[in-house]
């Protein structure tokens, strides 16, 4: 029977890969393979590698943000991490209504996932941000609707008077 890897050795794993040098700073914990009941799994990192019988095994990637593209342009923290909701500094906020859920400090630009400010970094979690993000583009795009209406309207009466 497999057992999980023992969080001593992650962490030692972990450790060991954040005190290595700039060149292997990339570089976290790999599985060189995958074993058996009777072959356990290979671990590789860059200063020291192991072998562990494990029952499971989590993979996480994307835990950097990769919005350098966005600076400037919509409210991020220190790390890259998109403000969305209630993180977005409302003294920079533009209109009236407070930003929605999964609206950025730009309304009309919606993050959701690994990106977003405070998600929970899991696959699952950025489905239901997906979900929720389209509500709101509904209600951004219904708003937007309204307001040109609204303007329409506006013109309209001016022209009639």
């Given at each position: 029977m497999r057992t999980a890897i023992p969080l001593t050795m992650l962490a030692t794993a972990l450790a060991c890969s954040l005190?290595?040098?700039?060149?292997?700073a990339r570089a976290r914990v790999f599985v060189a393979s995958y074993g058996s009941d009777?072959?356990?799994?290979?671990?590789?990192?860059p200063c020291?590698?192991?072998?562990?019988?494990?029952?499971?095994?989590?993979v996480l990637i994307g835990a950097t943000p990769?919005?350098?593209?966005?600076?400037?342009?919509?409210?991020?923290d220190t790390k890259g991490f998109i403000a969305t909701g209630r993180d977005v500094d409302?003294?920079?906020?533009?209109?009236?209504?407070?930003p929605m859920s999964f609206e950025t400090s730009v309304p009309g630009l919606f993050a959701?996932?690994?990106?977003?400010?405070?998600s929970t970094k899991r696959v699952a979690s950025a489905v239901g941000e997906g979900?929720?993000?389209v509500e709101n583009i509904h209600r951004y795009l219904n708003e937007a609707d309204q307001s040109?209406?609204?303007?329409?309207?506006?013109?309209?009466?001016a022209r009639a008077a």
């Open positions: 005190a290595a040098t700039a060149a292997q009777s072959n356990p799994c290979t671990f590789l990192s020291r590698n192991f072998q562990q019988a494990a029952t499971f095994l989590f990769h919005t350098d593209w966005l600076a400037g342009i919509t409210q991020r409302l003294g920079a906020w533009p209109i009236l209504r407070k959701i996932g690994d990106v977003r400010l405070g979900a929720g993000a040109i209406a609204e303007e329409e309207g506006r013109l309209l009466a």
